[in-house]
């Protein structure tokens, strides 16, 4: 979907109505509502066919006032510095409200890696190292996999990084692969996590999950595996969209009756694309793409991308829906808040609902620290635990208060970011 809202603006605005709510004071306003640095590079790389190419990049922190900026590094063809200052900003409410000891960062490089070979990737990650190097470190900026990016891709990243730097760092990145000095429940954590605080926010509200239905917007990490433990607690997905590169179009997979997860996911490609021939094969009916977000369901996923539930849209989401779980960062604009809110429509907002990824990126750090793993289970009950006990803050403040989900979770958040501000002394 086309898209005229800028998530940076979108970042600041939720943050300015907050600020205000909470009488923040205005040298605190000034300093939080923008990032503290930003790097924007260049990286030529040598293609395959015998050319170079020349790709923008973009390392951004928005906040060291907690600990190292932590935040993912996104491939993505419409990357933009905007898109990159929001996720940085959003990173750091996102550790604030779990309370994990980082601050907050994001990065992106405006390229396509679905139409560049394996080798032309490898260079292009060793080229974002040699190029933001001076910024990154353990103890500096550690980033991750996030769109089109995955484990291979830190591990070069981090290859790279320890060839330069002469020894072994693996704290820099997080989201290695497994034996690689990778997490366990690492790849689940992102979508188990949305649902972690979907059933918390539903048993809170009477609901019982298996009483439900749902519908999803992406399917690749985060909405493969939130719809997996979703059905696994006994909810039915009713339809699943993805985009199909070919097609430059996007498409609803609908099973009324329910879908069957696993089935999806053995249609999929690597970068979350359902086949559309097999899906029909298999008895889904095939919808547009937008047809994912007025179905008649209790719960919407938005697992995709920012932008996606506007004003403009919200008036095709059935009145039915009980509840929408941000999977994604920024996918509904600040503008359409008012409208679920005064529908009494349960938002769980991406930096908290999403936090299932980077807290275990941080158990990734403190495991590679200590040199010793923990079993996956082991993983999912400490992620189980930070997950819960963040979002009974918030929904215990959003009670107390009387406010928008949103609302107490930026309230949460910003207060804890404000104080490590003041009291390192820099404002
Ligand atoms: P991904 O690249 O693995 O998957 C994206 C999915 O969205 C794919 O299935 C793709 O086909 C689909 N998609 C893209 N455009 C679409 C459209 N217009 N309509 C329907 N489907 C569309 O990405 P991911 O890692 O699953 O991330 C999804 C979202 O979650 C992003 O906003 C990301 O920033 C956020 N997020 C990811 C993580 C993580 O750990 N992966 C953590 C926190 C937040």
């Known amino acids: 979907m086309a898209s005229t809202y800028n998530p940076f603006e979108n970042a600041q605005a939720q943050f300015d109505k907050v600020a205000d709510m909470i009488q923040l004071e205005q040298d605190s306003r000034e300093f939080l509502r923008q990032p503290m640095r930003e790097l924007h590079f260049m990286i030529p790389v040598k293609m395959d066919d015998g050319t170079s190419k020349t790709f923008r990049a973009y390392r951004i922190q928005h906040s060291t006032a907690r600990g190292p900026a932590k935040g993912g590094l996104r491939f993505h063809p419409h990357e933009t510095a905007d898109t990159v200052r929001a996720l940085s900003m959003w990173m750091t409410w996102k550790t604030a409200v779990v309370d994990i000891p980082l601050g907050g960062g994001k990065g992106g490089i405006v390229c396509d890696p679905r139409t560049m070979s394996l080798s032309e990737q490898e260079r292009l990650c060793r080229g974002f190292v040699r190029q933001s190097f001076d910024l990154l470190g353990p103890n500096v900026d550690v980033p991750a996999p996030d769109v089109m990016s995955n484990g291979q891709h830190m591990l070069w990243m981090l290859d790279e990084y320890e060839t330069i730097a002469r020894g072994h760092y693996p704290g820099v990145i997080t989201g290695k692969p497994v034996g690689s000095g990778g997490s366990l429940g690492r790849t689940e954590a992102t979508g188990y996590g949305v649902v972690y605080i979907v059933d918390d926010l539903l048993k809170n509200e009477d609901i019982d999950i298996k009483e439900t239905t749902a519908s999803i917007q992406g399917f690749g990490n985060v909405g493969e595996y939130a719809a997996r433990l979703y059905s696994d607690l006994g909810g039915t997905v009713i339809s699943v969209s993805s985009y199909d590169l070919a097609d430059k179009a996007s498409y609803t997979f609908r099973k009324k009756t329910g879908c069957n997860i696993e089935e999806l996911v ?162």
Request: aromatic fraction near 10%; include cysteine; proline fraction near 4%.
């Open 266 to 427: 053995s249609i999929k490609d690597n970068f979350g694309c359902i086949d559309k021939e097999k899906a029909q094969s298999l008895g889904y009916e095939l919808l547009p793409g937008e047809a994912w977000l007025s179905e008649d369901v209790d719960i919407l996923f938005p697992a995709a991308l920012e932008n996606q539930i506007t004003p403009e849209n919200f008036s095709c989401v059935s009145g039915n829906v009980k509840v929408i779980a941000e999977a994604a960062n920024g996918p509904v604009t600040p503008d359409c808040d008012p409208l679920i809110e005064k529908r009494g429509i349960h938002l769980a907002p991406d930096f908290l609902a999403n936090a299932g990824g980077v807290t275990v990126s941080y158990f990734e750090q403190i495991q590679c620290n200590m040199n010793y793993f923990w079993s996956k289970e082991e993983v999912l009950e400490k992620l189980r635990y930070t997950m819960s006990k963040a979002f009974s803050g918030v929904y215990q403040l959003s009670k107390e208060r009387g406010v928008y989900l949103r609302d107490a979770a930026y309230m949460i958040a910003i207060d804890r970011v404000n104080k490590a501000v003041k009291q390192r002394g820099w404002l």
